[in-house]
């Protein structure tokens, strides 16, 4: 069997690297870190049987040069960059385990939180450039926080804002009375919600239903001392649109862990004081990359009954 690992942090990692020599000792690992462009991925895994795929395009194009493919195996949970028809049509089965990593995602998001209400990033920096600003924010217990989306990783924020008694709006397309009711949530419109939040996080996949979710209306809709937090995926927030938000004071502040062009490269709007951008690192802690590798190993395991 052939098989490739196309991500980096996935071919990288010595424990991953370990599991893979104990059942694929084969198989091609992206040792060397590269960031493929897709005609690179295509003559990378052109003849493979077998893939772990990051964020790498898996395409009708990248497809269609793969005769051989039988399996994807997702690293991680967004299955966003994979073309679920063209597999279909193809008969290449799809390895993929939902809330893989959603304790690293959610932990994040709260460090967005408290660091964007203590003023911790943007009086750190000033420190750094000689300028004592004793501003301390306010406290993140008792706001309002509005989560869009409350699959595994938004359940996982509501349960690590507990013990700061925040009233926590949300909106989700799937009915989820009884979570709601025992969690104490409150289920309103994505207007009601971005109205009245302190804090906006979203947790949406990304597809045709939720490109561009929050354009410049929707952040007019907010308070002007409201925080917008996307630790999801890329193109959930209009860039072009946060930039003109941030930088004329629509709403206070923003935290995004993902983009529409990774890296991205206006340099402008990541040197915003009141924008905290991190380079899509959510789900990226030690022990969710090895949760990943794990679960996309034992998709190939058990595809191969290994």
């Known amino acids: 069997m052939k098989i490739a690992a196309t991500s980096p942090s996935f071919s990288k ?131 309002t926080i509005g989560i869009v989306g409350v699959g595994h990783i938004g359940k996982e924020v509501v349960r690590l804002l507990k013990p700061f008694g925040c009233k926590i709006l949300v909106n989700d397309i799937i009915e989820q009375n009884e979570y709601y009711k025992e969690n104490s949530l409150i289920e309103v419109t994505k207007e009601e919600l971005y109205r009245s939040s302190d804090f906006i996080t979203l947790h949406t996949p990304f597809d045709e239903t939720t490109n561009n979710l929050i354009k410049l209306d929707n952040m007019k809709l907010m308070k002007s001392s409201a925080y917008l937090l996307n630790s999801a995926r890329g193109g959930l927030i209009n860039e072009k649109d946060l930039k003109i938000a941030l930088s004329s004071g629509i709403i206070a502040g923003a935290a995004i862990d993902a983009y529409v062009e990774e890296p991205p490269t206006d340099a402008e709007f990541l040197a915003l004081p009141n924008l905290i951008c991190t380079p899509h690192i959510g789900g990226n802690a030690k022990e969710a990359v090895e949760a990943m590798g794990m679960s996309a190993i034992e998709h190939l395991r058990n595809f191969y009954n290994i």
């Open 13 to 143: 990692n010595s424990v991953l690297q370990k599991e893979m020599s104990r059942y694929f000792p084969k198989a091609k690992l992206n040792l060397e870190g590269k960031r493929f462009n897709k005609e690179e991925l295509i003559e990378y895994i052109k003849d493979a049987e077998a893939v772990i795929v990051g964020l790498e395009p898996m395409d009708e194009e990248v497809l269609s040069k793969c005769s051989n493919l039988k399996i994807i195996s997702k690293y991680g949970v967004g299955l966003n960059n994979i073309d679920k028809d063209a597999c279909r049509k193809r008969e290449i089965t799809i390895g993929w385990t939902g809330g893989v990593n959603k304790l690293s995602v959610a932990e994040m998001t709260l460090g967005y939180m408290l660091m964007l209400s203590r003023n911790l990033y943007m009086t750190s920096n000033e420190l750094k450039n000689g300028i004592w600003n004793k501003s301390g924010g306010f406290q993140l217990s008792g706001k």
